[in-house]
């Protein structure tokens, strides 16, 4: 009988275990993705001032 009270209390632990390890490891992918979204927006005016650039570059070399 106590063998069955200890697995029950084992189980238990593991699952709450694995329940906070599975939050945090979510909730880890859930900042990342925030994350890589501010700093899209962060770099997104300096992708299109390159493209730019490279397009007048490539208008003045062609008028060379």
Known sequence: MLFWI???VV???ALVVLGVVGYGVFG???RLGRELEAAERDVRPLI????ATAARATEVA???
């Not at 299109?48 to 493209?51: I, L, R």
Request: hydrophobic share 55%.
């Open 6 to 8: 200890v697995l029950a």
């Open 11 to 13: 189980v238990v632990l």
């Open 28 to 30: 880890a992918f859930g």
């Open 48 to 51: 299109e001032q390159a493209g």
């Open 62 to 64: 062609d008028r060379s």
